[in-house]
């Protein structure tokens, strides 16, 4: 397939939450957008079909109509990536800004003292192990390390984003594998930016704070308290749009120096204070 003049987003997790976000603000920029789901198709297609509402408003006049396609994986499984990579490239030719958002928490929040072993795993195994072998997969494509020609980058670069979390710094015991996960994802994100700063490619982490999605919605209660007392400084949830707009001027080239940065979204939870 000839690759489109549209610059085309792979969003991993964006069925929902913050990787709907994400993916409807890159349409309303312009871009195609591959839309990954690990299970719930209904929600991929709300994405698909928001995605379209939000590039038609975006409006972008002599170029191709943006396409929206959602694809079925989980990036846990190395199965299901390699599957992932080449259904995404069968469909749009390439991949020019990986968007690694897939992510899921315990199924049940234990302290450390209690937590298991096989919990740890499935954590890791979709956080850290699946972004990070992602990445892999599509870098390869790149470079032209899986047997075909090397692909031609944006003029601005090719993009990877990782969103990881201030869980990434900030301690819970009774959720350490999700903090764990998130910890060693920045750590993927700086050699990824390391590896890949002569390749013509910018890699960036993005860390959210306290963000209204479905994972969060079960302590939305404990939450709307803390926030009222000012464990958020600009006193609001964050919203997946948030991390639209930044993904978005990541995505636009508007960062194109700043290669290895971590950006918080987090409404100054990360700043220490007295």
Same mark, same amino acid.
């Given at each position: 397939?000839?690759?489109?003049?549209?610059?085309?987003?792979?969003?991993?997790?964006?069925?929902?939450?913050?990787? #709907?976000?994400?993916? /409807? &603000?890159? $349409? !309303?920029? +312009?871009?195609?957008?591959?839309?990954?789901? %690990?299970?719930? =198709?209904?929600?991929?297609?709300?994405? #698909?079909?928001?995605? /379209? &509402?939000? $590039? !038609?408003? +975006?409006?972008?006049?002599?170029?191709?109509? %943006?396409?929206? =396609?959602?694809?079925?994986?989980?990036?846990?499984?190395?199965?299901?990536?390699?599957?992932?990579?080449?259904?995404?490239?069968?469909?749009?030719?390439?991949?020019?800004?990986?968007?690694?958002?897939?992510?899921?928490?315990?199924?049940?929040?234990?302290?450390?003292?209690?937590?298991?072993?096989?919990?740890?795993?499935?954590?890791?195994?979709?956080?850290?192990?699946?972004?990070?072998?992602?990445?892999?997969?599509?870098?390869?494509?790149?470079?032209?390390?899986?047997?075909?020609?090397?692909?031609?980058?944006?003029?601005?670069?090719?993009?990877?984003?990782?969103?990881?979390?201030?869980?990434?710094?900030?301690?819970?015991?009774?959720?350490?594998?999700?903090?764990?996960?998130?910890?060693?994802?920045?750590?993927?994100?700086?050699?990824?930016?390391?590896?890949?700063?002569?390749?013509?490619?910018?890699?960036?982490?993005?860390?959210?704070?306290?963000?209204?999605?479905?994972?969060?919605?079960?302590?939305?209660?404990?939450?709307?308290?803390?926030?009222?007392?000012?464990?958020?400084?600009?006193?609001?949830?964050?919203?997946?749009?948030?991390?639209?707009?930044?993904?978005?001027?990541?995505?636009?080239?508007?960062?194109?120096?700043?290669?290895?940065?971590?950006?918080?979204?987090?409404?100054?939870?990360?700043?220490?204070?007295?």
């Amino acid at each position: 397939m000839v690759k489109e003049t549209r610059a085309v987003a792979l969003v991993t997790g964006g069925s929902r939450g913050i990787g #709907r976000g994400i993916a /409807v &603000e890159l $349409a !309303r920029r +312009g871009f195609s957008v591959a839309i990954n789901y %690990a299970g719930n =198709a209904e929600a991929a297609e709300e994405t #698909r079909a928001a995605c /379209v &509402e939000a $590039a !038609r408003q +975006g409006e972008h006049p002599g170029m191709p109509a %943006a396409e929206f =396609a959602p694809f079925q994986a989980d990036v846990g499984r190395p199965e299901d990536r390699t599957r992932l990579v080449r259904e995404v490239w069968e469909h749009f030719g390439t991949v020019d800004v990986l968007v690694n958002n897939a992510g899921i928490g315990p199924r049940e929040r234990l302290d450390i003292v209690d937590a298991t072993e096989e919990s740890f795993r499935e954590v890791l195994e979709v956080n850290l192990a699946g972004a990070y072998f992602l990445t892999q997969a599509i870098v390869r494509r790149w470079l032209g390390r899986d047997g075909g020609a090397p692909d031609t980058p944006l003029e601005s670069g090719r993009k990877v984003v990782f969103v990881s979390s201030i869980s990434a710094e900030t301690a819970s015991i009774n959720r350490g594998e999700y903090c764990i996960s998130k910890a060693g994802l920045s750590m993927a994100s700086k050699l990824w930016a390391v590896r890949l700063a002569a390749e013509n490619a910018q890699v960036y982490e993005i860390r959210p704070g306290i963000v209204e999605t479905d994972l969060t919605r079960g302590v939305k209660g404990k939450y709307d308290a803390l926030i009222g007392d000012g464990l958020v400084p600009q006193k609001r949830w964050g919203k997946p749009e948030d991390l639209g707009k930044l993904v978005g001027a990541i995505a636009q080239g508007d960062l194109a120096f700043s290669t290895g940065a971590v950006i918080y979204s987090d409404g100054g939870f990360n700043i220490s204070r007295l």
